[in-house]
């Protein structure tokens, strides 16, 4: 099996950010951070959100973006770059890639009921994502064989008890999002700050990660990372912020297109976490529904009817929002994602 590790943590406090002639805030430009730092059930220590109605809350406590798609970018798009504060984004690649809308991408109608905003929904969920409380997860799903064995975890997980307690700090005091520009101590290596010629953490992510791409991020899953638990809670809807942070204005579209989108953890159990840490899964429900997969029905085979009906099978997978707007695709009225994708209402032509 492929290690599954955290690579890199960080956090970043809002900034303005320039955006087709006006200005947008932002969390999006983050830094390493050093050590061991606190995760709550809102998210990293010291890291800040500009837009708390469509990022962050408990249910987008963390974002996760596997290092293996740094190469991929690189290769597409060499040496990303962030523009000046003040700057306008003007950038494209649409000499390479059209950005014409594909298809679905500027539907007619408007996003129902605008974006998810509630909390999974309700408070925590009362499944292993919607339904049952998630600390008595016990032999509700499919469990792993063995238990994890993070480095500072006090003891094993008891049978039949997947969130088992560990040690309540690491051996060091963790930080608030102190920069990476050293070695953090004898023995402890400095976190890598690029991959693929591209600087990490490159993608607004607060946990760079390894070993766990899209495709493997079960909904539902619970892992252990440090001394927190934390459950994949839903892959990230691409926004414009991306192409304004990066300069490159087609940037959200690309990152849908791609699947390269990362997804989110929420916090089941607060703890800390550090760079080298080992993400072991607890457990993985049975309905196999993956953050790529779910990205895949809801942004981009949005005429799927078909896998759109087998998410709708599943709803403790997925919010509630999400299940409105696939129910509405059946009954034939497309959703609009040009203000998410282009910060803007264009029209489907444009």
Not at 87 to 108: F, W
Not at 228 to 241: D, E, F, G, N, T
Not at 291 to 303: G, M, S
Request: charged share 20%; with cysteine.
């Amino acid at each position: 099996m492929t290690d599954q590790r955290v690579v890199v943590g960080s956090a970043g406090v809002v900034r303005p950010l320039s955006w087709r002639g006006r200005t947008v805030v932002s969390g999006i430009r983050k830094t390493p951070v050093r050590g061991p730092v606190e995760v709550t059930t809102l998210g990293l220590a010291g890291d800040e959100q500009g837009d708390t109605k469509h990022h962050g809350g408990p249910d987008k406590a963390l974002l996760a973006y596997p290092i293996e798609h740094y190469t991929a970018w690189a290769e597409q798009l060499g040496t990303l770059t962030t523009p000046i504060p003040g700057e306008t984004p003007t950038t494209s690649i649409s000499d390479e890639t059209s950005t014409a809308p594909a298809s679905g991408e500027n539907p007619a109608t408007p996003f129902p009921g605008g974006y998810p905003t509630a909390p999974f929904f309700g408070g925590y969920p009362a499944t292993p994502h919607f339904g049952k409380n998630p600390l008595e997860l016990a032999s509700v799903e499919t469990p792993t064989t063995s238990p994890p064995e993070n480095d500072r975890t006090s003891s094993p997980l008891p049978k039949g008890s997947p969130i088992a307690p560990v040690s309540e700090k690491h051996p060091t005091e963790p930080t608030t999002g102190e920069n990476l520009t050293e070695p953090t101590s004898a023995g402890n290596p400095a976190v890598p700050t690029s991959a693929g010629n591209l600087a990490i953490p490159a993608f607004g992510e607060n946990l760079t990660i390894s070993g766990i791409l899209e495709s493997d991020a079960v909904l539902g899953s619970v892992y252990a990372v440090g001394t927190a638990v934390l459950q994949v809670s839903q892959p990230r809807r691409p926004c414009y912020k991306l192409a304004a942070h990066h300069d490159i204005a087609d940037m959200a579209v690309l990152t849908q297109r791609s699947g390269r989108t990362g997804f989110y953890f929420r916090v089941l159990r607060p703890g800390q976490v550090a760079a080298g840490d080992r993400i072991d899964l607890i457990f993985r429900p049975r309905h196999g529904i993956t953050a790529a997969e779910t990205h895949r029905v809801l942004n981009v085979d949005r005429t799927d009817l078909d896998a759109a009906r087998h998410l709708l099978a599943h709803p403790e997978a997925i919010p509630a929002s999400w299940a409105a707007l696939l129910r509405k695709r059946l009954d034939g009225l497309l959703d609009n994602q040009t203000e998410r994708l282009y910060g803007d209402h264009r029209s489907a032509t444009s």
